[in-house]
């Protein structure tokens, strides 16, 4: 075969070689992959792509060096392939990408003071994978990410998974996102600030700092590691809609400042997140029994296996965001979560009980006398209120113990025959005079006990009341702390 008929033995992406004429001075390359696929003049990747016959373009495992890429270059309905490319640089100006792959291939996608700026990504998927930017301004600059659902495939996804970024600028500015599913999951971002602004309104598009995200049913954050400042936003008069937003493996106390604005949270998962340093400016939680709760819980108590493990979790979630409302003196909130957590205590108490029994007994007596009594703190009539029927009951058994005031002796025996006289409900008084003095420790004076049976039942009525006291107190103080 002549030289004229040797092709070129690049091997693509899909595993097939190039198969265009050699040339550039290479026996074994065309134009565009001599040299090594080096890369500095945009002239023969523009004769490469008039040349080829594909159905997508494959501009993979190659290297561009101060590259201008113009809107000239690629078609707006073939697929574009540039994984494994390393780009030095180079500018993306107004180009328009149709399905485009920035996706690993032997070695990572890679960016080094590169700029898209008013470029459109249709198509639905966009990825770039584990690429790697290194850049000292911003990358995506008034770009576009419209992304549709087709028959062959259903989630239209843009993907940024498990990516590096170092950038003094910012990654994303001025830019709008389309589509089903958005993810930054295992995402390493450090520098510059990360903005995103949330709604849901059809054949809207606004653009403002950072990234606008419209009408995206999946946002998944998990994972990420970021140094800087990180704001969601979620337009309040725009329509209020909660995505599936996940945000777990996240330590926001690394981040300069983490701040959530008007946020839709109803179907937000914070598993194995550092969630204390978050500032929540008003949040729309869920809600289960008239109370907040996350919706981490929400999700496991769907299953029928939840474990230890999962309880301990969720413990340390409200444990977290029942200081984060503290901080910000918001204690109604705060108490739902103090709520929340009591209740994983007690559920983590009878599912992985103390092995001395004496211990558990005393646990689990606390636990529920303290959700009965006071709702954990959170009610303060119900101790009152048990306070004032403590009183009566024990004013009325004493009528049967016997008690003696002044000399006279006051004791009843149960008669079913007898009618309510005068003379009783007198009796009853004095019974609840003598039951106060007990219950405010002045035992002894004045009255004095007729049995051992009066003495142990005053000894117990102390003993309660002082509970039922301090119950009190605390929820008054939660109370007036709001």
């Not at 000292?136 to 659902?149: A, W």
């Not at 965001?321 to 709520?339: C, M, P, S, V």
């Not at 005068?422 to 003598?434: E, G, N, R, S």
């Amino acid at each position: 075969m002549g030289e004229s008929g040797r092709v070129c033995q690049w091997v693509l992406a899909d595993g097939k070689i190039c198969g265009l004429p050699i040339g550039g001075g290479s026996p074994r390359a065309c134009k565009l992959h001599a040299n090594a696929g080096n890369i500095t003049s945009i002239n023969d990747t523009k004769e490469h792509l008039q040349k080829n016959t594909r159905d997508y373009i494959d501009l993979t495992r190659l290297r561009f060096t101060g590259v201008f890429f113009d809107k000239s270059l690629f078609s707006p309905d073939k697929p574009v392939k540039f994984d494994g490319t390393e780009f030095v640089n180079c500018t993306f100006d107004q180009c328009t990408f149709f399905n485009a792959s920035f996706e690993p291939f032997k070695r990572p996608c890679r960016f080094k003071n590169c700029q898209f700026t008013q470029c459109g990504f249709s198509g639905c998927r966009c990825s770039f994978r584990k690429a790697e930017f290194r850049c000292d301004r911003t990358v995506f600059l008034d770009c576009m990410f419209i992304l549709e659902s087709s028959g062959a495939e259903p989630a239209c996804t843009l993907d940024f998974s498990e990516c590096t970024a170092v950038s003094s600028g910012e990654l994303f500015d001025l830019s709008y996102v389309q589509c089903n599913t958005f993810t930054m999951e295992g995402t390493t971002v450090n520098g510059g600030s990360l903005t995103f602004f949330v709604y849901y309104v059809d054949n809207d598009i606004q653009r403002g700092l950072g990234l606008s995200l419209n009408r995206v049913g999946r946002i998944s954050f998990s994972g990420l590691r970021f140094n800087g400042r990180f704001v969601y936003k979620q337009s309040p008069h725009l329509g209020r809609y909660g995505p599936s937003l996940f945000l777990s493996g996240i330590n926001f106390a690394e981040m300069s400042s983490a701040q959530f604005f008007d946020a839709n949270l109803s179907g937000a998962l914070f598993t194995n997140s550092i969630i204390e340093a978050i500032r929540f400016h008003n949040p729309v939680w869920p809600k289960e029994q008239g109370r907040l709760i996350l919706y981490d819980q929400i999700e496991r108590n769907s299953r029928t296996d939840i474990s230890t493990d999962d309880i301990k979790e969720l413990t340390r979630l409200y444990v977290q965001l029942k200081k984060n409302y503290e901080l910000d003196r918001n204690f109604i909130d705060a108490g739902d979560w103090f709520h929340r957590e009591m209740e994983c205590r007690r559920r983590l108490l009878n599912q992985d009980p103390p092995k001395n029994p004496f211990r558990r007994v005393i646990m689990s007596s606390f636990f529920s006398l303290y959700h009965f009594v006071s709702e954990y703190g959170e009610n303060y009539v119900r101790p009152l209120a048990f306070i004032l029927l403590l009183w009566a009951l024990f004013a009325q058994i004493y009528l049967f113990t016997g008690f003696a005031v002044g000399g006279e002796s006051i004791e009843y025996y149960i008669c079913p025959e007898c009618s309510l006289s005068i003379q009783i409900l007198w009796d009853f008084l004095k019974a609840l005079v003598f039951r106060g003095g007990t219950m405010l420790l002045q035992l002894g004076r004045s009255v004095t006990p007729l049995s051992s049976w009066t003495t142990g039942l005053a000894v117990c009525q102390v003993l309660l009341t002082l509970t039922l006291v301090s119950l009190f107190l605390l929820a008054l103080r939660r109370k007036f702390r709001r």
